[in-house]
């Protein structure tokens, strides 16, 4: 049976900030596997369900490899890189298996006295901003961004050159031109970066992917190693950031959890979990294109059309979550899928959890009565505009 | 019970250490999952099988033996 032509939307809007548009819901219900129009107009296929979703994403004839629809056109330059987010394997494996090591449990663990120390020094930055201050530019963001920068060798104070361009790649609507020119001025950022640790190699983690990469059968071009400098700057910093501040919006509107997490600090690894799984900051999915014809809950997906699998959703499957729209620090622990699924799933995540962690568990511990502090008539701005949702600022109070 | 693990498959994200850092860990080189424990405790079950089913590349099968 062909399907016929979709003028369902993709559900985009929401009602509570905090929550997925409420269509999601509905499609879960009722076509957990229907074509939509997607945000950028086309015809795709909305997955919507837990176990969908892990179909989908942990089977290799979904293509990641494909450049994004709306860039076609422009990324035609002949020194263009593709990130490897958007390989398959073997390809693939030849840039994740070079990182793999970087972020394991282990290595991780032994980045956390510095994360700790750090998250204490931003605390009293915020303080010293006093009240009415951006926990956003005072907290959410220098934590990852530093944290990124010391991992990767990259200086610091050159943070206004990367967060800007960062942020210009996230945003939703914006002109092919202005995307790309935010692209290769990254680009050419990490390139400096490439060279500059050949010349003078340090501890850091370009340094050794450089040193790794002379030794692989296939080693790694400047503007190969500059394409992994980006993914990780850009997917390390902005992501955690996002994280950081939407969960502090969250447990204030909770008392009684934040009340709960000060009294067993042991336990805000469960927490943050919860958080991951309730905010899905990836709030549009994630895509991928069928290499032949695949049936998925039912429906045959057709070689050459569009997926988005739907990590929101699939979050709060009520067939997997008991209560979907709780925040349970005791539910019993269900792997969740704010990190995706399959060969693709985060590289960093471990370095997420452990940042969100030490840096939510000490903000409650510094700040109490923390609250936040909107100045007379005005909303929290919430990042409707951006790929990775999250808060543009978040003025607080303690 | 009984653990197999696939190395070709993993892709080293480490979810399986947090579950079951008795039974799994990560090479060093290059984060890649090590067995262990082949045939762990019955205590350990939940952890393994939270560990298989978290396991974003399919490469932990629990075999009953």
């Given at each position: ?101 970087e972020f394991?449990?282990?290595q991780i663990r032994l980045l956390e006295p510095g994360i700790r120390q750090l998250v204490e020094d931003q605390l009293?930055q ?13 907290f959410a963001l220098p934590i990852p961004s530093l944290v990124i920068c010391q991992l990767l060798g990259v200086p610091y104070t050159d943070h206004?050159?990367f967060q800007?361009?960062s ?36 501890a850091a983690l370009m ?22 400098g980006?993914?990780l700057l850009v997917a390390g910093h902005e992501t955690t950031a996002n994280m950081i ?101 985060c590289l960093g995540q471990q370095l997420a959890r452990v940042e969100l962690q030490i840096a939510l568990?000490a ?36 | ?65």
């Amino acid at each position: 049976m062909s399907c016929p032509v979709s003028h369902q939307a993709m559900p985009v809007e929401r009602v509570d900030p905090l929550m997925p548009p409420p269509g999601y819901a509905q499609l879960l219900a009722e076509a957990p596997v229907t074509k939509v129009l997607d945000l950028i107009g086309l015809q795709t296929w909305l997955v919507t369900r837990y176990a969908d979703v892990r179909a989908v994403l942990g089977d290799p004839r979904f293509s990641s490899d494909f450049v994004a629809p709306e860039l076609k056109g422009l990324r035609e330059e002949e020194d263009f890189v593709k990130p490897f987010i958007r390989l398959d394997p073997p390809e693939h494996t030849r840039f994740r298996r070079a990182l793999t090591g970087e972020f394991t449990v282990r290595q991780i663990r032994l980045l956390e006295p510095g994360i700790r120390q750090l998250v204490e020094d931003q605390l009293d930055q915020l303080e010293k901003a006093g009240k009415g201050a951006d926990l956003v530019e005072h907290f959410a963001l220098p934590i990852p961004s530093l944290v990124i920068c010391q991992l990767l060798g990259v200086p610091y104070t050159d943070h206004d050159r990367f967060q800007s361009d960062s942020k210009l790649l996230l945003t939703r609507e914006l002109a092919p031109e202005d995307r790309m020119r935010a692209a290769n001025q990254l680009r050419d950022f990490m390139l400096e970066l490439v060279h500059l640790k050949r010349r003078e190699p340090d501890a850091a983690l370009m340094t050794r992917l450089i040193e790794r990469s002379a030794e692989m059968e296939q080693p790694f071009s400047d503007l190969e190693l500059a394409s992994i400098g980006m993914l990780l700057l850009v997917a390390g910093h902005e992501t955690t950031a996002n994280m950081i501040a939407l969960t502090t919006v969250a447990l204030l509107r909770q008392p009684e959890k934040i009340e709960a997490l000060r009294a067993d600090p042991g336990k805000v690894d469960a927490y943050v979990e919860e958080a991951l799984r309730l905010l899905t900051i990836v709030q549009h999915g994630v895509r991928r294109l069928a290499t032949e014809d695949i049936e998925v809950g039912g429906e045959v997906i057709r070689e050459g059309e569009w997926v988005i699998a739907s990590l929101a959703a699939g979050n709060r499957d009520p067939g997997v979550y008991p209560e979907p729209d709780e925040l349970d620090a005791d539910r019993k622990r269900v792997s969740h899928l704010s990190f995706g699924f399959g060969p693709h799933q985060c590289l960093g995540q471990q370095l997420a959890r452990v940042e969100l962690q030490i840096a939510l568990a000490a903000l409650f511990r510094r700040f109490p009565g923390l609250r936040v502090e909107l100045p007379e008539g005005e909303e929290i701005p919430y990042k409707h505009d951006m790929l990775i949702y999250g808060v543009h600022s978040l003025p607080v109070a303690w | 019970m009984r653990v197999e693990i696939d190395q070709d498959k993993c892709c080293g994200a480490g979810s399986c250490v947090l579950s079951a850092p008795e039974v799994f860990d990560q090479r060093e080189s290059d984060g890649i999952v090590v067995l262990l424990e082949e045939e762990p405790g019955d205590e350990l079950r939940d952890a393994v099988e939270e560990a298989a089913e978290r396991c974003p590349a399919a490469a932990i099968t629990v075999l009953e033996q």
